[in-house]
Each structure stands twice: as structure tokens, then as C-alpha cells.
């Protein structure tokens, strides 16, 4: 049988897992890298990962177009392909597809009624609210 993609690009890296997310945060924030800094950075924010499960991811998401390699030294620093504003953008389409049926009013609605919300959170997005109402 042919398997035909659907509205994929032949370029397109597809759409990293969260453990890839998180291997791009770090190359977002920190610019081009080793694997031992990602490493050391991801250990930061959660339990131990080992050296080598970042090098196999990161070594994937090569081959996936999603970060580059500089190999002209001993040590290979890697860079983010994908771009961060984009990347998010695409990740939180399918959040709202999966989890609210493609709602936003939904997914606001229940961020906004988020007991974690605070009176500057409120001020701020009033603000944001009122210069796009301005915009119109």
C-alpha cells in the first residue's frame, strides 16, 4: 500500500516531542551548544537525564532538520533549525485542536478563571485586549 503525507513538506522537520521541546528551550535561550551544556541545563530543570539520552535525541532531531551541527571542531555545537515563535505557535494550534476542539474562547476562558491569575496579569491583558480593540 502507498502512504501518502498529508500537508507535510518534504522539509518539514515535523513536530518535536516534549522532551525535543525542551532540548530546543535551552538552544532558544543559550544560543549554539554542546550536548553536555544542553545536558547540564536540562538536569537543571528536572531529573537526572543522562549525557548519553541527550546526545541520541539530539543526534535525532539532526537528522529531522530540526537543529544543525557545526562538526568542525572535536566537539560539535548544535543550533535550533526550527524557529521559536513558529514552533510554539504550531504546538499550541494542536493543544487547542486536541484539548478544546479547536476553541480559543474555551482555552481562555478557562486560563482567565485560573485561580493563578493575578490582579497584573488581569491589568495586562486589558491592556493587550484594549490595543487590539484599538487596532480594529
Known amino acids: 500500500m502507498n502512504k501518502k503525507k498529508t500537508s507535510v513538506d518534504s522539509n518539514d522537520p515535523g513536530e ?20 553536555r551544556f ?6 537543571r530543570q528536572k531529573e537526572s537525564l543522562s549525557y548519553t539520552s541527550t546526545l541520541k535525541l ?6 529531522k532538520g530540526m537543529v544543525q551541527r557545526d562538526e568542525s571542531s572535536m566537539t560539535h555545537i548544535y543550533s535550533a533549525v526550527l524557529e521559536e515563535q513558529k514552533t ?13 476542539a479547536g476553541s480559543v474562547k474555551s482555552l481562555m476562558l478557562e486560563l482567565l478563571g485560573n485561580e493563578k491569575t493575578t490582579h497584573k496579569d488581569w491589568d495586562t491583558i486589558k491592556d493587550l485586549l484594549a490595543k487590539l480593540d484599538d487596532e480594529k
Open 88 to 100: 510554539r505557535g504550531v504546538v499550541l494550534k494542536k493543544f487547542v485542536d486536541t484539548m478544546y
Open 38 to 43: 544542553v545536558n547540564d541545563q536540562l538536569n
Open 58 to 63: 539530539m543526534q535525532i532531531m539532526h537528522e
Open 16 to 35: 518535536p516531542t516534549r522532551a525535543q521541546l525542551e532540548i530546543l528551550q535551552v538552544l532558544w535561550k543559550y544560543g549554539p551548544s554542546t550536548v
